[in-house]
């Protein structure tokens, strides 16, 4: 982008402010974040210590599909966030 230096003050300033998410847009991706760290936390307390409740042979299975939601939940949250920065107006 060229810089016209006539111009001292417009040319200290950029042109373009970052693009920021509206607030129903940083709800979601905060959302999405927050399930995300419940979804890990939950994968990793099934795999490491199974309750009681559940049969021993599944937890295991459990954890790592709490693991596998938790990090979609994580590539969700940042395709989001860059698909809805890009489009913003």
């Not at 559940?54 to 709490?66: I, M, N, R, T, V």
Request: glycine share 4%; with cysteine; aromatic share 12%.
């Amino acid at each position: 982008m060229p810089v016209d230096f006539r111009d001292p003050q417009k040319a200290l300033h950029l042109e373009e402010a970052p693009r920021m998410l509206a607030a129903p847009q940083r709800l979601v991706v905060l959302a999405l974040w927050l399930s995300a760290v419940v979804m890990c936390g939950a994968g990793l307390w099934f795999w490491l210590r199974p309750p009681t409740w559940l049969d021993a042979q599944s937890a295991p299975f459990l954890g790592l599909a709490l693991g596998a939601t938790a990090v979609a939940d994580v590539v969700a949250a940042l395709f989001l966030r860059w698909h809805w920065s890009r489009t913003a107006p």
